[in-house]
Nanobody
Framework: QVQLVESGGGLVQPGGSLRLSCAASGSMFRIYNMGWYRQAPGKQRELVAA???????NYADSVKGRFTISRDNAGNTVYLQMNSLKPEDTAVYYC????????????WGRGTQVTVSS
């Protein structure tokens, strides 16, 4: 069982920055592929960025060059640095953990609200 707790969301002006954090419980963090998803009102949840247990990353086209995902295996934490934020980035951001050995072992955090508005 893995518990995920997101933090770092809030209200920011367009062009501003935020850093989201996701703290994971448990001792097997290293074997989990981690991701950040977001869901805006009336829209489906979508992948924003992901990082494998080995450190490979991928991003949605809409955030490439602006967002950076990273992980601290010693601290059981994954981060999402968000720069040059736009109003269309407004959404609830969720942390996701997928066991790279057992695909059915997937966990979600409760989410953190990010609002980009002037």
């Amino acid at each position: 069982q893995v518990q995920l707790v997101e933090s770092g969301g809030g209200l920011v002006q367009p062009g501003g920055s935020l850093r989201l954090s996701c703290a994971a419980s448990g001792s097997m963090f290293r074997i989990y592929n981690m991701g950040w998803y977001r869901q805006a009102p009336g829209k489906q949840r979508e992948l924003v960025a992901a990082i494998t247990s080995g450190g490979s990353t991928n991003y949605a086209d809409s955030v490439k060059g602006r967002f950076t995902i990273s992980r601290d295996n010693a601290g059981n934490t994954v981060y999402l640095q968000m720069n040059s934020l736009k109003p269309e980035d407004t959404a609830v951001y969720y942390c996701n953990a997928k066991n790279r050995l057992i695909a059915t072992m997937t966990y979600w955090g409760r989410g953190t609200q990010v609002t980009v508005s002037s």
